[in-house]
T-cell receptor, first 114, second 110 residues
Framework: DTGVSQNPRHKITKRGQNVTFRCDPISEHNRLYWYRQTLGQGPEFLTYFQNEAQLEKSRLLSDRFSAERPKGSFSTLEIQRTEQGDSAMYLC????????????FGSGTRLTVV | GQQVMQIPQYQHVQEGEDFTTYCNSSTTLSNIQWYKQRPGGHPVFLIQLVKSGEVKKQKRLTFQFGEAKKNSSLHITATQTTDVGTYFCARMDSSYKLIFGSGTRLLVRP
C-alpha cells in the first residue's frame, strides 16, 4: 500500500452520537496529521502526531474530540456527542519529519450529522 | 497562526487561456507548498518553494516565490479541462505543520 487510507469514506450519524474514524498512514512516514475541511474552505489543522506522541492540538479541537496513534502506526479520531457543526470532511495526512516534504492526504471521511 | 491569503477566490477561463493564482502573507515565509484538489477529491502535493526568488516549472505549471518570501504564485499556461480544481498554497509554521490558504477554484470552459 503506497497511500494513506481512511475509513469509513462516509458517515451519517444522529446528533449526540459518538463517531470514530481511522487513518492508516504511509508506513515510512513518522508524522500523521488530522485536518477538517468544510465546503469552499481550505483544510483546517486539528492535531498531529510524531510517531505515537501527540505534539499539538488546535484550539478548534474541543474536549469532545480525541485522537490517538497507538504504537505510532494507524490513528483514530473520535468525536463524542456529535453536533451539526461537526459536519465536514475529515482529512488525514502523513509525511516524513522535516521541512522538505509534502503531505500525502487520504481520501477523507465525510461526516454528516443529522 | 498567520493565514496566507489567496486571490482570486474563483477563476473561470476558456480552455487554452492562461491562469494565475496568488498567495500573500504579511510575514516572511520559511517555505510555501502548493496543492491541487480536484472536485470531490483530496489535496495532492504539487511542489515546495524554499529560496527567495525561486522559480520551478512542472510542464505547463510555473511556481514562483517572491524575493521577500512574502508571496508566491502559480501560473498555468494554456489551461486544459484536466486543470479543473482548487489550488491551495500552504505555509509551514515553526512546528512544521501546514497552514492552508482558502484556495483558488479554477473552472475551465471546453
Amino acid at each position: 500500500d503506497t497511500g494513506v487510507s481512511q475509513n469509513p469514506r462516509h458517515k451519517i450519524t444522529k446528533r449526540g452520537q459518538n463517531v470514530t474514524f481511522r487513518c492508516d498512514p504511509i508506513s515510512e512516514h513518522n508524522r500523521l496529521y488530522w485536518y477538517r475541511q468544510t465546503l469552499g474552505q481550505g483544510p483546517e489543522f486539528l492535531t498531529y502526531f510524531q510517531n505515537e506522541a501527540q505534539l499539538e492540538k488546535s484550539r478548534l479541537l474541543s474536549d469532545r474530540f480525541s485522537a490517538e496513534r497507538p504504537k505510532g502506526s494507524f490513528s483514530t479520531l473520535e468525536i463524542q456527542r456529535t453536533e451539526q457543526g461537526d459536519s465536514a470532511m475529515y482529512l488525514c495526512a502523513s509525511s516524513r519529519v522535516g521541512t522538505n516534504y509534502g503531505y500525502t492526504f487520504g481520501s477523507g471521511t465525510r461526516l454528516t450529522v443529522v | 497562526g498567520q493565514q496566507v491569503m489567496q486571490i482570486p477566490q474563483y477563476q473561470h477561463v476558456q480552455e487554452g487561456e492562461d491562469f494565475t493564482t496568488y498567495c500573500n502573507s504579511s510575514t516572511t515565509l520559511s517555505n510555501i507548498q502548493w496543492y491541487k484538489q480536484r472536485p470531490g477529491g483530496h489535496p495532492v502535493f504539487l511542489i515546495q518553494l524554499v529560496k527567495s526568488g525561486e522559480v520551478k516549472k512542472q510542464k505547463r505549471l510555473t511556481f514562483q516565490f517572491g524575493e521577500a518570501k512574502k508571496n508566491s504564485s502559480l501560473h498555468i499556461t494554456a489551461t486544459q479541462t484536466t486543470d479543473v480544481g482548487t489550488y491551495f498554497c500552504a505555509r509551514m509554521d515553526s512546528s512544521y505543520k501546514l497552514i492552508f490558504g482558502s484556495g483558488t477554484r479554477l473552472l475551465v470552459r471546453p
